[in-house]
């Protein structure tokens, strides 16, 4: 763990700790807007800003991973149209709360990336969609935020002198978890209700407002100051090869000191583990999700000897996603935590595509009916017959996201679910208490 300390270099949260974090004087203080200020006073030739950026080994911090570098290149940049930056804050990952925290502490990082970044790909205007429920601190903040950089003179018309213009604006979403796709977010910028669009064509050919548009995570945007300022070959030497920079790992469940941790890709999960407090009232671990709800369970065993970085977790099966990493102890019930998973998903589905609007709902009422020691065996190849066919038949991944839960609890823990079915709705972890009894602590 002590590696791990001398290595942290923190990226997205730098100004945490220190007195008004999200104030323009103390984002300054620690270099903030020199990037951008460099940019307007050289003009910077745009590809080389995107080659740094590629460079960085920075990737989705929202999910996908998709190299950013190259997605800000897909945007046509010198077609005579208006082009938009979008960046997507309406975190509605369960387990996942660090974009909040950036909004809150660091919004100037937010801001100065959005600028770089509408500057790289020629795009005069941006929006940052922002998670309904975050009404109560991170949304003013952020907007107090803005209002302070465009009197610094650092957003606006003609900036500096340069020539150069950026207008960012603040919207703020209805809280619904479909909105978190792309295609999704923009039908709701525009007003309509929030449907994932069919692709092709991609968002960088036809986005909001049928204008090419690029749609970027805020973490992932919230990096590219820091990228910037000290060089793309620091970033990526954070990290291991193909997972450069840090990343927020936000942890909750079962552990003593749940909350954000910013720390290089490839930190192994032991630590993580030790830095966030350990497994509470000295129990043992029994499951990890890793990456937000919708990424495939992991064994704790499994997971207690893996790094934290994309490759090492494809190659167990799961993902880093949104680095949302979920710890379960020794009391959890897997059929219940499932349940409550797919009542999400089914609760959340837009209703658009049929395999997702029929399959989650009869993912959530068999796992119900196990509950009420109402099922059989044959319920569980039902789970996974269903599972399988929301995977891959829909257009957005949120029926990927409602099937690899269900997927992968039955490969590693089907015991429980034969125990359940088999004892009349009884937990394998509680097998005394009453039927449907909450058993986990």
């Known amino acids: 763990m002590g590696a791990w300390d001398d290595k942290r270099n923190l990226v997205c949260l730098e100004p945490i700790g220190m007195a008004h974090s999200w104030s323009l004087e103390t984002y300054q203080r620690i270099g903030g807007y020199d990037a951008w200020k460099k940019v307007l006073a050289e003009l910077t030739p745009r590809e080389q800003i995107i080659d740094a950026v590629k460079s960085s080994g920075l990737r989705g911090r929202g999910g996908a991973a998709f190299p950013m570098g190259v997605k800000w ?6 077609a005579p149209m208006q082009k938009y930056l979008v960046c997507n804050s309406d975190e509605s990952e369960p387990g996942t709360c660090h974009d909040r925290d950036i909004l809150r502490f660091n919004p100037h990082a937010l801001i100065e990336g959005m600028a770089i970044g509408g500057y790289a790909m020629n795009a005069t205007v941006g929006y940052n969609y922002i998670r309904g429920e975050f009404l109560g601190e991170p949304v003013p903040r952020f907007e107090a935020a803005v209002k302070e950089a465009y009197a610094a003179g650092l957003l606006g018309k003609n900036i500096r002198g340069s020539g150069v213009d ?69 970033f990526a030497a954070l990290g291991p090869a193909n997972s450069g920079g840090t990343n927020i790992f936000s942890v909750s469940g079962h552990v003593n000191n749940p909350g954000n941790f910013e720390l290089p890709l490839g930190v192994p999960f032991a630590d993580l583990l030790d830095m966030a407090g350990g497994i509470w009232k000295a129990r043992h671990i029994k499951a990890v999700i890793p990456g937000g709800s919708s990424v495939p369970v992991v064994p704790g065993e499994t997971m207690m000897k893996v790094n934290m970085d994309y490759d090492s977790l494809k190659a167990i099966g799961s993902s880093v996603g949104s680095a949302a990493v979920i710890v379960m102890d020794e009391t959890t019930c897997m059929v219940r935590t499932l349940e409550r ?23 959530n009422r068999t796992l119900q009916r196990i509950l009420a020691g109402q099922a059989t065996r044959e319920h569980l190849g039902l789970l996974l017959d269903v599972a399988n066919r929301i995977e891959g038949h829909t257009i957005c991944a949120l029926g990927d996201a409602a099937a690899w839960p269900v997927q992968s609890f039955l490969k590693h823990y089907r015991h429980e679910f034969e125990f359940m079915v088999d004892h009349g709705g009884r937990s394998i972890v509680a097998p005394d208490a009453p039927r449907g009894a909450q058993v986990a602590a």
């Open 166 to 234: 950026f207008d960012l604006h603040t919207f703020v979403g209805a809280g619904a978890y479909i909105c978190g796709e792309e295609t999704a977010l923009l039908d709701s910028l525009e007003g309509k209700q929030g449907k994932p669009r069919f692709k092709p064509p991609f968002p960088a050919a036809f986005g909001l407002y049928g204008a090419p548009t690029t749609i970027n995570n805020c973490q992932s945007i919230a990096s590219v100051p820091t990228i910037m300022r000290k060089g793309p070959q620091w």
């Open 341 to 363: 998973l797919s009542r999400f998903y089914m609760s959340e589905s837009c209703g658009q595509c049929t395999p997702c609007r029929e399959g989650t709902g009869w993912l």
């Open 73 to 78: 290149s897909f945007m046509p940049r010198n």
